[in-house]
């Protein structure tokens, strides 16, 4: 059946595939953007958001339950840990580690994989020879025993995890970032700059950069969940961050032993992890979906 003429538009928004398909795709886009920029909320607003400073110890306070538990206070809304400090609080500023470290740590791979992706996929030959050597090496370790061997080697800290999370994801970047160069160096517009003159530093910084721009950055969202992650699992390990900063990963690993007694202090921080990696990864595939020239 035909639709009216003044129902034409309306008619075609709700039942064209394109329309359907990016309506489907904006809603998981649209939930990863609140829950990243509540995140970021968090991380930013922390003096402000937090009741009581992280690392404020109240003994009489211990092991107190959520405020909605009958044992509960409202001072304490996710309840406090084993010698007092509040949960909230706590996890509240457990959000700037967090996002510092997946950010630094994707923007620093970033910066070194795309080099070397750009590198191999252009000057090719031995260039790309020792390049691609150098991913299938990074691959084939197992990463998390070797940060951990790093870590414990040279310490702990915020510059060492993010120095060695970016060693993890920089791969990432260079194995697209090459193979875009490859096709890219073949293209008119790159033939054209060469036979004007233009060098390789200059070609490389304004004609294949900003075409494989889009594709670095839907990597990086979702290298900077994978150092979320990472970062989370060396801190309950005990090898991440300085022990006396507040983060996700160190509250799982004491919250732990307190799984019976105290289920808030390992469930809370349990959830402020999946979703900060849920966001950034729904954030992620809709930029995917967005910035892939096959899907317009």
């Given at each position: 059946?035909k639709?009216?003429?003044g129902?034409?538009?309306?008619f075609?928004?709700f039942?064209?595939k394109?329309n359907?398909t990016?309506?489907?795709?904006f809603?998981p886009?649209?939930?990863g953007a609140?829950?990243f920029?509540?995140v970021?909320?968090?991380a930013?607003?922390?003096?402000?958001?937090a009741?009581?400073?992280?690392?404020t110890?109240?003994l009489?306070q211990?092991l107190?339950?959520?405020?909605?538990?009958?044992?509960g206070?409202?001072?304490?809304?996710?309840?406090?840990?084993n010698?007092?400090?509040?949960l909230?609080?706590?996890i509240?500023w457990g959000a700037r580690?967090s996002?510092?470290?997946?950010?630094?740590?994707?923007?620093?791979g970033?910066v070194?994989?795309?080099?070397?992706?750009?590198c191999a996929?252009?000057?090719?030959?031995?260039?790309d020879t020792?390049?691609?050597?150098?991913i299938?090496v990074?691959l084939?370790?197992?990463?998390?025993?070797?940060?951990i061997?790093?870590l414990?080697?040279?310490?702990g800290?915020f510059?060492p995890?993010v120095c060695v999370?970016a060693?993890?994801?920089?791969?990432?970047?260079a194995r697209?970032?090459?193979?875009q160069?490859l096709s890219?160096?073949s293209?008119?517009?790159?033939l054209a700059?060469q036979?004007?003159g233009v060098g390789?530093?200059r070609?490389?910084?304004?004609?294949l950069?900003?075409s494989v721009l889009?594709?670095i950055v839907?990597?990086g969202?979702f290298?900077?969940?994978?150092?979320?992650?990472?970062e989370?699992?060396?801190s309950?390990l005990g090898v991440?961050?300085?022990?006396?900063i507040?983060?996700w990963g160190?509250m799982?690993?004491?919250g732990?032993?307190?799984?019976?007694?105290?289920?808030?202090?390992?469930?809370?921080p349990?959830?402020a992890?999946?979703m900060?990696?849920?966001?950034?990864?729904?954030?992620?595939?809709?930029?995917?979906?967005r910035l892939?020239?096959?899907?317009?």
């Amino acid at each position: 059946m035909k639709p009216k003429p003044g129902h034409t538009k309306v008619f075609w928004f709700f039942f064209s595939k394109k329309n359907k398909t990016e309506a489907s795709s904006f809603v998981p886009g649209a939930l990863g953007a609140v829950l990243f920029a509540l995140v970021a909320l968090c991380a930013i607003a922390a003096p402000v958001i937090a009741p009581y400073k992280p690392t404020t110890i109240e003994l009489r306070q211990r092991l107190m339950p959520p405020a909605w538990e009958a044992a509960g206070s409202s001072r304490h809304l996710l309840g406090t840990d084993n010698v007092g400090r509040d949960l909230f609080s706590r996890i509240v500023w457990g959000a700037r580690i967090s996002l510092s470290v997946g950010l630094a740590a994707a923007f620093l791979g970033a910066v070194i994989g795309s080099a070397l992706g750009l590198c191999a996929g252009y000057f090719g030959g031995a260039v790309d020879t020792v390049i691609s050597w150098l991913i299938e090496v990074q691959l084939a370790f197992p990463f998390t025993l070797f940060a951990i061997f790093l870590l414990a080697a040279f310490g702990g800290g915020f510059l060492p995890v993010v120095c060695v999370l970016a060693l993890a994801t920089w791969v990432n970047y260079a194995r697209v970032v090459r193979g875009q160069a490859l096709s890219l160096r073949s293209q008119d517009f790159i033939l054209a700059a060469q036979s004007v003159g233009v060098g390789p530093a200059r070609l490389l910084r304004r004609y294949l950069l900003p075409s494989v721009l889009p594709s670095i950055v839907v990597v990086g969202s979702f290298s900077a969940a994978q150092a979320i992650l990472t970062e989370a699992a060396l801190s309950f390990l005990g090898v991440g961050v300085d022990p006396t900063i507040p983060s996700w990963g160190a509250m799982l690993n004491l919250g732990r032993n307190y799984v019976q007694s105290a289920w808030w202090m390992a469930i809370f921080p349990g959830i402020a992890i999946a979703m900060t990696v849920l966001g950034v990864n729904l954030l992620g595939d809709w930029l995917g979906a967005r910035l892939d020239p096959r899907a317009r």
